[in-house]
C-alpha cells in the first residue's frame, strides 16, 4: 500500500486499529535545479527543488491530513472542520470524502485561490465563508469543533505536523545525506515547524530558511500583523499558529526568517516555470526568491540546498493570468512563421 502512514508507520502515532485513510500522499520528486544555481551564482548540483505539489490535491497539506482523518475516524468523529486560505480545506475535504465523513471550511470571503475553492467544492465540503481574514475563521472554525466535537484538522491538531515531518525523511533518504540548508515558505509556520522534528528525529541539523511576503511577515517583525497583504494567499497570514516552532526551528538550525516581496515572488514564480519546468502557486516561490535575494548578498550558505515547494501552479490560475501572455493570432487556413 502506498502513502506516508503505510511508508512511516514505526515513526507516526498509529497503532493496528487505525483505519488509514489515504490518497497515495508523499514520496514526492527531488529534482535538481541547475539553472536556478546558476542564477544564483551556485555550482551545478547544490539546489533542488522538492516538489509537494505532486501531491494527491497539489500541495504538502495533504502528508498532514492523512494522518488527521485517519485519526479522527479512529476516534469515532462524525466530521472534520477546519480554517484555511485554501489547500487545507481543498485537503480536508478530499481526505473527509475518502473516509465517508462531513467536512466543514471556514474560508475569509475573496481570498482563496480560484483552484483550491474549486477542490472544496468538488469533494462536497460545506463551505462556511467568513467576513474577516484567515484568524477570524480560525477562531470560528475552533469554536465550532469544540460544539460539535468534531475533529478540527487546522495545524493546531498535532497529527497535521506528525504527517508533515515524514517530507524530511524522504529528502534525506532521496539526497542519500540531510541538506546543508532547507528555505520554504512560512505562513502559520506549522510546515518548518514539523521540518525540523523531522530532520531532529533523524538526528540531523540542516539550517532552517523560512521567507515571508513582505506585507504578511510577523516573524520577521517580531509582532502579529493585523492586516496581511501579499498575492500569495497560502501565506497571507498575521499571526502564525506555530510561531514558537518557527523561532525554535530558526535559532536551534542556525538558520533566518526572511522577508521577499511580491514583485520578487512573482519574478521567482516565473523564472522557474520558464527556466525549470515547474509550475508552483505564488507562496512555493517564496523561498527560490529567497534564494535570489540572498545571493544578491554573497550570503548563500555552502552545500546541497532544498526548496520546498508547496503548492501547484494550477492552484491559482489568477495569479498566471495577471501576466499577459503575447497571442499570436492564425487565421484558419494561414501558417505560423516562427
Ligand atoms: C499552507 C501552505 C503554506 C504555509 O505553510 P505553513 O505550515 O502554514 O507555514 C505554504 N505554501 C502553501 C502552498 C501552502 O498550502
Same mark, same amino acid.
Given at each position: 500500500?502506498?502513502? $506516508?502512514?503505510?511508508?512511516?508507520? &514505526?515513526? =507516526?502515532?498509529?497503532?493496528? !486499529?487505525?483505519? $488509514?485513510?489515504?490518497?497515495?500522499?508523499?514520496?514526492?520528486?527531488?529534482?535538481?535545479?541547475?539553472?536556478?544555481?546558476?542564477?544564483?551564482? =551556485?555550482?551545478?548540483?547544490?539546489?533542488?527543488?522538492? =516538489?509537494?505539489? +505532486?501531491?494527491?490535491?497539489?500541495?504538502?497539506?495533504?502528508?498532514?491530513?492523512?494522518?488527521?482523518?485517519?485519526?479522527?475516524?479512529?476516534?469515532?468523529?462524525?466530521?472534520?472542520?477546519?480554517?484555511?486560505?485554501?489547500?487545507?480545506?481543498?485537503?480536508?475535504?478530499?481526505?473527509?470524502? !475518502?473516509?465517508?465523513?462531513? +467536512?466543514? %471550511?471556514?474560508?475569509?470571503?475573496?481570498?482563496?485561490?480560484?483552484?483550491?475553492?474549486?477542490?472544496?467544492?468538488?469533494?462536497?465540503?460545506?463551505?462556511?465563508?467568513?467576513?474577516?481574514?484567515?484568524?477570524?475563521?480560525?477562531? @470560528?472554525?475552533?469554536?465550532? #469543533?469544540?460544539?460539535?466535537? /468534531?475533529?478540527?484538522?487546522?495545524?493546531?491538531?498535532?497529527?497535521?505536523?506528525?504527517?508533515?515531518?515524514?517530507?524530511?525523511?524522504?529528502?534525506?533518504?532521496?539526497?542519500?545525506?540531510?541538506?546543508?540548508?532547507?528555505?520554504?515558505?512560512?505562513?502559520?509556520?506549522?510546515? $518548518?515547524?514539523?521540518? /525540523?522534528?523531522?530532520?531532529?528525529? @533523524?538526528?540531523?541539523?540542516?539550517?532552517?530558511?523560512? /521567507?515571508?511576503?513582505?506585507?504578511?511577515?510577523? =516573524?520577521?517583525?517580531?509582532?502579529?500583523?493585523?492586516?496581511?497583504?501579499?498575492?500569495?494567499?497560502?501565506?497571507?497570514?498575521? !499571526?502564525?499558529?506555530?510561531?514558537?516552532?518557527?523561532?525554535?526551528?530558526?535559532?536551534?538550525?542556525?538558520?533566518?526568517?526572511?522577508? %521577499?516581496?511580491? #514583485?520578487?515572488? %512573482?519574478?521567482?514564480?516565473?523564472?522557474?516555470?520558464?527556466?525549470?519546468?515547474?509550475?508552483?502557486?505564488?507562496?512555493?516561490?517564496?523561498? #527560490?526568491?529567497?534564494?535570489?535575494?540572498?545571493?544578491?548578498?554573497?550570503? %548563500?550558505?555552502?552545500?546541497?540546498?532544498?526548496?520546498?515547494?508547496?503548492?501547484?501552479? @494550477?492552484?491559482?490560475?489568477?495569479?498566471? &493570468?495577471?501576466?499577459?501572455?503575447?497571442?499570436?493570432?492564425?487565421?484558419?487556413?494561414?501558417?505560423?512563421?516562427?
Amino acid at each position: 500500500m502506498s502513502g $506516508i502512514i503505510a511508508r512511516w508507520k &514505526s515513526r =507516526l502515532p498509529v497503532g493496528p !486499529r487505525t483505519p $488509514i485513510v489515504t490518497l497515495g500522499e508523499g514520496a514526492t520528486p527531488l529534482i535538481r535545479a541547475d539553472r536556478l544555481a546558476a542564477r544564483a551564482g =551556485l555550482k551545478s548540483g547544490q539546489v533542488f527543488l522538492k =516538489l509537494e505539489g +505532486c501531491n494527491p490535491t497539489g500541495s504538502f497539506k495533504d502528508r498532514g491530513m492523512t494522518l488527521a482523518v485517519s485519526k479522527a475516524l479512529e476516534e469515532g468523529a462524525r466530521g472534520v472542520l477546519c480554517a484555511s486560505t485554501g489547500n487545507t480545506s481543498a485537503s480536508a475535504a478530499a481526505y473527509a470524502a !475518502r473516509a465517508g465523513l462531513r +467536512c466543514v %471550511v471556514f474560508l475569509p470571503k475573496g481570498k482563496v485561490a480560484a483552484g483550491k475553492l474549486a477542490q472544496a467544492v468538488m469533494h462536497g465540503a460545506e463551505i462556511a465563508e467568513v467576513k474577516g481574514n484567515f484568524d477570524r475563521a480560525l477562531a @470560528l472554525a475552533v469554536e465550532a #469543533a469544540r460544539a460539535k466535537g /468534531w475533529a478540527l484538522v487546522n495545524s493546531s491538531n498535532p497529527h497535521r505536523l506528525e504527517g508533515q515531518k515524514t517530507a524530511a525523511f524522504e529528502i534525506v533518504e532521496q539526497l542519500g545525506r540531510a541538506p546543508a540548508a532547507q528555505f520554504m515558505p512560512v505562513g502559520n509556520a506549522g510546515n $518548518i515547524t514539523a521540518y /525540523w522534528r523531522g530532520y531532529r528525529e @533523524l538526528g540531523v541539523r540542516p539550517r532552517m530558511f523560512g /521567507w515571508q511576503a513582505a506585507g504578511a511577515a510577523p =516573524l520577521v517583525r517580531g509582532r502579529p500583523v493585523d492586516d496581511p497583504k501579499t498575492l500569495a494567499t497560502a501565506i497571507r497570514i498575521g !499571526r502564525p499558529v506555530s510561531w514558537e516552532g518557527a523561532v525554535a526551528a530558526r535559532d536551534e538550525s542556525g538558520g533566518a526568517i526572511g522577508a %521577499v516581496g511580491d #514583485a520578487q515572488i %512573482v519574478a521567482a514564480q516565473r523564472l522557474l516555470a520558464r527556466e525549470e519546468g515547474v509550475f508552483c502557486e505564488p507562496a512555493s516561490a517564496a523561498p #527560490a526568491a529567497g534564494l535570489l535575494k540572498l545571493a544578491r548578498g554573497g550570503r %548563500v550558505p555552502e552545500g546541497p540546498i532544498v526548496l520546498v515547494l508547496t503548492g501547484h501552479g @494550477l492552484k491559482d490560475p489568477d495569479a498566471a &493570468s495577471r501576466q499577459r501572455p503575447r497571442l499570436r493570432r492564425v487565421p484558419a487556413r494561414g501558417g505560423l512563421r516562427l
